[in-house]
């Protein structure tokens, strides 16, 4: 007994296939880094398709793409669907590319359903390919809808480089994707599709989350500055050892964490010490830290307190500066949209489980400018960014399903 | 009034600024890696001048150089001065290279002096030059010196490779100083003259310094391996943190030093962690973790805190696995040979100061097969494995001289 979907499921499951081939890796996974040449044939093979189905794409100075189906003339509000198809290096075929694959296939159904006769739209529909969601190659993450929701400036982001020196602006020129048109502006409402990159689903075996909302992430880069000396000759007390400061501050950075029993996730990944030599001296040390948790009041907190412990640690001997780099708050998606996909996936028959991104999405700043939501799937093992990376196509086919009954609700609302 | 010395110093300060040549830095140092090609020029340098003084050279089978005066017979025993031609990358003109050629120069003396109807030396007397006391190309330092006092086997020393694969024994194939002569084994005594590379001598005001003994220094690399994870859904409880324990190593370490009030001098000066990654819990870290001491009973009390915190710190999810790389226990310079050198510099009117050097030197695995000594003078400011390394002609003078007079006493003694 085949399921009836509200999209043609074949031809996503094809689509992404399709996607997939950008960046393919021997792995099975993609290598497709925001604004490389890979990203470009992504994006080339999306306007194309795009096209096919009848929209007009705008590219923005960011490079974000948006295929608008002007269904509902041009002083109707838009909905906007869509996510990324940038990924991580290495990474997984789903991250992102399946949520665009699967707007454009709504968006085809609900373009046949008006064909046929069926209600006509109140609302103009895009879908949108953002620029960068990654942060793999620019940082910081989420640039192109950050710039979209007015959070960062075009000139920012563009200016963001990669480790090699290549400016997001002079990568987009290259690839034929520094646009130059206005996006949409009157946005009713923003609707994403991913894969749940945790266990939750899997765990519970349900097929359709409803994000409730996003944990909030707190990242900083902490400068250690006091000076290299030989460690044989050198006394204790004139030493300026950068080092010292930085065990401090790995350890209590994980004292947060514990005092909250690790409802708080915290962590030190990436320490660089110099000149790094067994005998002299750290004469400088530059710790990155972050912290996550699910509760804004209690990550305020824990902001206040690691910041001022580095500053006491901070000495005229060694000194401690820290840069909040990342600062997202925790933050709900729309009740009434989440209402809204609870109650299509229940129609449709999807068994649904309420949870948290505790990773950040282009919804999270498209929150600033417009009522926001997330539909998840399940990820085998939780497993993601990382070539394993999988959705078993039933799955995928479920999830379309509902972007698209949700999306066909808001076209006539 | 210009002082006697008992050697020629102009000569001697001559012939330091001919060695000085081989591998001359822009700015005024020497870069000299042992075995490398400027090494072999000066080994080069060397020979000649010890074959044009009269001795017969020895080279054996780790590249050490002997300059034999065989004044006493082939059954009388042997007295060696030197120290090593070897240098830190861009490092100073007088380490080592000054010890080698006052020694140089003391013999020629001793020579001329015994030709004029001195007493007749009841002893023989080398010149050494030890193979790779620095320890900057190859690993461990003081090698040569260690293969001669049974320390070390020769084919491990051999085996030894730099940072791009070359091994000590083919390099000294290369130079042409891979060696088949059995060196001299009957030794009586070994005496090396040295810069002090340290303030000590120059804030006294003294000239000579007799050196009673090295600091004992131990250093370890530890291992911590736990497992890399994504710290966004990775739940604290499941985290395999490398980087916690090593953080914990690095204060502890600090804190047993606080506990002697400094006398105990402790580092970590290294810290590789991986991946090194911002949003990545370390999975692997490894540490380098130095001690220095003067008291032996408190570094052998340190080694075993440290050791025995390294070991609680390991768990089944994080192990910490130790290894010593370097155990030289602290240790006194023949006192029998400490009192020669300050009754002959106090007889040649110099004042005198006792202290003890952090720092390695080939004298410390010589003391294992003959009583051994050395003699410091000042370095200006301390500065030392540094091109700007200085210590005043009349200063390099006067240590010659106390060699001398001490090495004229212990051939006829």
Redesign the interface.
């Known amino acids: 007994m085949k399921r009836k979907y509200a999209c043609d499921a074949d031809r996503l499951l094809g689509a992404l296939d399709e996607v997939s081939a950008f960046g393919r890796t021997a792995g099975g996974g993609v290598t497709r880094l925001a604004a490389s040449r890979e990203d470009g044939q992504a994006r080339d093979w999306l306007r194309a398709r795009l096209a096919e189905a009848g929209a007009r794409v705008l590219i923005d100075a960011v490079g974000n793409m948006y295929g608008v189906f002007p269904w509902a003339g041009p002083d109707a509000p838009f909905v906007f669907a869509g996510s990324h198809l940038d990924s991580q290096p290495a990474g997984g075929r789903y991250d992102g590319a399946y949520g665009v694959v699967a707007a454009l296939e709504a968006a085809r159904a609900i373009a046949r359903t008006t064909a046929r006769g069926g209600p006509k739209p109140t609302r103009n529909l895009a879908v949108v390919n953002w620029t960068n969601e990654e942060g793999a190659r620019f940082a910081p993450s989420t640039l192109g809808s950050a710039v979209y929701a007015g959070l960062v400036e075009t000139e920012f982001a563009l200016a963001r480089a990669d480790g090699t020196g290549i400016t997001l602006g002079s990568a987009l020129e290259d690839i034929g994707y520094r646009g130059g048109d206005a996006p949409p502006r009157s946005l009713a409402a923003y609707l994403e599709l991913h894969i749940e ?3 939750e689903l899997e765990r519970e075996g349900k097929t359709i989350g409803v994000v409730e909302g996003n944990w909030g992430t707190v ?1 900083y880069v902490v400068e250690i500055v006091g000076e290299a000396a ?8 004139r ?1 300026r ?1 950068a ?2 400061p ?3 501050l ?2 209590f950075a ?1 004292g947060l ?2 005092q909250t029993g ?1 409802a708080l ?9 110099h000149p ?7 004469g400088h040390v530059r710790l ?1 830290a ?1 912290f ?1 948790d699910a509760d804004a009041n209690r990550l305020e907190d824990t902001r206040a307190r690691f910041e001022a412990r580095a500053r006491a640690l901070s000495t005229p001997s060694v000194s401690v500066a820290l840069t909040r780099t990342v600062d997202r708050p925790a933050g709900a998606f729309d009740p009434a949209l989440r209402a809204l996909i609870e109650r299509e996936a229940h129609g449709a028959g999807y068994a649904t489980h309420r949870l948290a991104t ?2 950040g999405h282009d919804s999270i700043p498209l929150r600033a400018v417009a009522p926001s939501a997330m539909i998840f799937v399940p990820s085998v093992g ?1 497993v ?2 990382n070539e394993t990376e999988f959705t078993p196509p039933e799955d995928l086919a479920a999830g379309a399903d509902v972007l698209t009954r949700v999306l066909t609700r808001l076209m006539t609302s």
């Open positions: 990159q945790g266990p990242k030989h460690t044989g000759p050198t006394a204790m007390a030493r050892d080092l010292l930085a065990a401090e790995i350890l994980r964490s514990d690790g996730l915290s962590s030190v990944g990436r320490l660089d010490v790094n030599s067994t005998n002299v001296v750290p990155y972050e996550r505790v990773a939780g993601s960014h």
